[in-house]
């Protein structure tokens, strides 16, 4: 499987982004998905995660604010960021594969970066 993330960017404090990850091959629609971020200095952390039949988790951080959807006709997974905060900052990875909330899966696309400015 390989990923390919885009979307990221420099937006304002309180403005909004929307990640995409387009996935290779034909069993998309059975792979778990999800998205990770890794600030400066820190481990990689869950954002977002979207199990192969349609179930979500989010980080606490971002309960209420991102939306994780995926599109199995187009093999794509969308991360929705509203609302963004300095604290939003991070390198974004896209991640493919059986995954629980505490392992990711064994695929991971080449991050994208998002900055928000306060």
């Known amino acids: 499987v390989q990923l390919q993330a885009s979307g990221g960017g420099l937006v304002q404090a309180g403005g909004s982004l929307r990640l995409s990850c387009v996935a290779s091959?034909?069993?998309?629609?059975?792979?778990?998905m999800g998205w990770y971020r890794q600030a400066p200095g820190k481990q990689r952390d869950l954002v977002a995660r979207?199990?192969?039949?349609?179930?979500?988790n989010y980080a606490d951080s971002v309960k209420g604010r991102f939306t994780i959807s995926r599109d199995n006709a187009k093999n794509t997974v969308y991360l929705q960021m509203n609302n963004l905060s300095s604290g939003d900052t991070a390198v974004y990875y896209c991640?493919?594969?059986?995954?629980?909330?505490?392992?990711?899966?064994?695929?991971w696309g080449q991050g994208t970066q998002v900055t928000v400015s306060s």
């Open positions: 991640n493919a594969g059986y995954s629980t909330t505490s392992y990711p899966g064994p695929y």
């Open positions: 091959g034909n069993i998309f629609s059975r792979n778990d």
């Open positions: 979207i199990t192969s039949g349609g179930r979500t």
